[in-house]
């Protein structure tokens, strides 16, 4: 059966088909030590107590018809209220879409502002969703190399010079996947005016932002101020920071004149998000539920704590250190070369992290994601370990790299 163009434009996801070899050469290397997996971007916690009772009393109530569109209200308000108390942001509850996960949040957005040729700016490297998110919109992603020097995110000089007349808007993420790196204050409120300055969009995947660990770089683009914060829109999601990945929960704040567009857009899409992982997320906010999010948020500063200056220390090095999120996003130049890898080729089989990450998954039973889907213009040159594991899982890594270094 013919396939659409648009379905054949969409790129694998290189980190699932990795993901994929690693359990299949886990399978074939059983009776050697177990695979270590730091491949993929997962908290290693599951929901907290409150949060899976509440999705059990919520089954045995029967509490599973359809919410609204946009979500549950109670949900809706709890999440303003959290940006309240953990942000110091008043969002208005009206502004807030509850979404299947920040997927749909993105999709939703892209949606409703991108209409077909539209061009939208984004940072190389980035998530390689987005790119797909655009396309599907029948959109262009443009992505714009952006080196160490400035944290692996956008400036507003490069928004400024490389606005044409097809482009729309930009699509950023502060803390970011796959670097960990987040987008200092002054410039992102420079982005946001020049991007406001020629009445486009400026969408930000706060996904991470929860897990900052730096004071100044963990606020929402919504405080932005000259009102600039009315204008970005926020995607979010219970995955990373709640720690409730497979329930399929996010949600989009957005300027109040996008509800109605997005509403539409979501009645008919989706219907609305899963009705019991709503019900739950109402206990993500409890005290308990709270303080344990925070307990966790230490923890994996902690492993970043560690596991950062161990890889460099082992010459894998990590040009900037992470102030969120739980990636390190490791420079292998040096490793390939003392392996025999080509560090460069022009087939991303051929030579740099691709092969690399092959390499270590047979000599270690280690899994890490190769930068081929972050990364158009050096996709060889970088390796993202996952940071989300228990530390002694990341100590295990570290002496199984030394070993084999
Ligand atoms: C930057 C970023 N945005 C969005 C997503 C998708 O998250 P969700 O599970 O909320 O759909 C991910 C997942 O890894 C991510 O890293």
Known sequence: MRVSRRAE?????????????????????AGQRPMIYLNIGEPDFTAPP??????????????????????????REAIAGWY??????????????????????????CLALIDAGDEILMPDPSYPCNRQFVQAAEGEARMIPCGPDQRFQLSAEQVRAHWGERTRGVLLASPSNPTGTSIARDELQRIATTVRERDGITLIDEIYLGLSHDA???????????????????????????????????????????????????????????????HAALACFEPDSLAEYERRRAAFKARRDYFIPQLNRLGLTVPVMPDG?????????????????????????????????????????????????????????????????AMEQLQEAVARLEAAW
């Not at 999705?55 to 599973?64: L, M, T, V």
């Not at 018809?65 to 109670?74: E, N, R």
């Not at 130049?333 to 080509?342: D, E, S, T």
């Open 9 to 29: 434009r969409i790129e694998p996801f290189y980190v699932m088909e990795l993901a994929k070899a690693a359990t299949r050469l886990a399978t074939e290397s």
């Open 50 to 75: 409150l949060v899976q009772q509440a999705a059990e009393r919520a089954i045995r109530d029967g509490r599973s018809q359809y919410t609204q569109a946009l979500g549950l209200p109670a949900l």
């Open 84 to 109: 309240g108390t953990h942000f110091g942001a008043t969002v208005d509850p009206a502004r807030i879409v509850v979404t299947a996960g920040a997927s749909a949040a993105l999709q939703l957005a």
């Open 216 to 278: 100044a770089y963990g606020q929402t683009a919504l405080t932005l101020p000259d009102g600039l914060g009315g204008t970005v829109i926020s995607v979010n999601s219970f995955s990373k920071y709640f720690n409730m990945t497979g329930w399929r929960l996010g949600w989009l704040v957005l300027p109040p004149a996008l509800v109605p567009a997005v509403e539409r857009l979501a009645q008919n899409l989706f219907i609305c998000p899963s009705a019991i992982s709503q």
């Open 325 to 389: 999120a739980f990636y390190a996003w490791a420079d292998v130049r040096a490793l390939c070369q003392r392996w025999g890898i080509p560090p460069e080729a022009s087939e991303p089989e051929a030579g740099g992290s691709w092969p690399l990450a092959f390499e270590l998954m047979r000599r270690c039973q280690l899994a890490a994601t190769p930068g081929r889907d972050f990364a158009q213009a050096e996709p060889g040159r970088y390796l993202r370990f996952s940071t989300a594991n």
